[in-house]
């Protein structure tokens, strides 16, 4: 499967500060990269779908100018939760796809923890 | 859109014995059915998948079988190890988006 990074892995930040993510496709060309959270002991939510080059698909509920998203590169991908605060402390996850060959298989990233104090 | 519903939410098994994990979705437009394995403090990881024009594959120990009449497919673990605890996830493809299932927490016990 595809090897998908994640950037960084644990971040603590302050209330009001912004946090950065980025997500990265290392072996393969990432036509779609999804961006979910994970609160504790509960399942992946879909935050946003991204391609290339255009603007993210947000899903309802998810505020897209509080969750930024760049997809500059077919191998790159960024999420910047701006004004963090304590509630969005989370487990934000990444995933990309490719459908060179026609396939929907997502290969997740290894995680990003926000902790917002 | 679509609703998968997984069961059961906690599974604790001696091991060497097996464990089946069941999930039911509702729209029988779902044509892709992967199946993760999380870890603790880490991202998800693709184990098995299944496309509606197959009832069943298999990978070594584990295997998957779909009912598309009845709209649920199962993932079974034989022979359980200790390393195959974690938390494990169905998802079902519906518009060329993932929904998952809650999650089953699968405890093998030495």
């Known amino acids: 499967g595809a090897v998908v990074s994640q950037h960084p892995s644990r971040v603590i930040c302050k209330s009001g500060t912004s946090v950065k993510i980025e997500c990265r496709s290392l072996?393969?060309?990432?036509?779609?990269m999804f961006w979910y959270r994970q609160f504790p002991k509960q399942s992946l939510m879909l935050m946003a779908t991204?391609?290339?080059?255009?603007?993210?698909?947000?899903e309802q509920g998810v505020e897209k100018d509080k969750f930024l998203i760049n997809h500059a590169s077919l191998t790159l991908s960024t999420l910047t939760v701006t004004s963090a605060h304590p509630e969005d402390s989370s487990f934000y996850i990444c995933?990309?796809?490719?459908?060179?060959?026609?396939?929907?298989?997502?290969?997740f990233g290894p995680g990003t923890r926000l902790t917002v104090l | 859109g679509e609703n998968v519903e997984q069961h059961p939410s906690t599974l604790s098994v001696q091991e060497g014995d097996s464990a089946v994990i069941k999930c039911t979705y509702s729209?029988?437009?779902?044509?892709?059915f992967p199946w993760y394995k999380q870890e603790l403090g880490k991202g998800p990881q693709l184990i098995i998948d299944?496309?509606?024009?197959?009832g069943e594959k298999k990978d070594q120990r584990i295997a998957v079988t779909l009912n598309k009449t009845a709209k649920h497919f199962s993932l079974h673990i034989t022979e359980t190890q200790p390393e195959d605890s974690a938390v494990y996830f169905c998802?079902?493809?519906?518009?060329?988006?993932?929904?998952f299932g809650t999650g089953t927490r699968l405890t093998v016990i030495p």
């Open positions: 995933s990309v796809t490719e459908k060179r060959w026609v396939t929907d298989t997502q290969y």
């Open positions: 072996d393969f060309q990432a036509t779609t």
């Open positions: 991204s391609n290339e080059g255009s603007k993210a698909t947000y």
């Open positions: 729209d029988s437009a779902s044509n892709y």
């Open positions: 299944i496309r509606s024009n197959v």
């Open positions: 998802a079902a493809l519906w518009a060329n988006n993932l929904f």
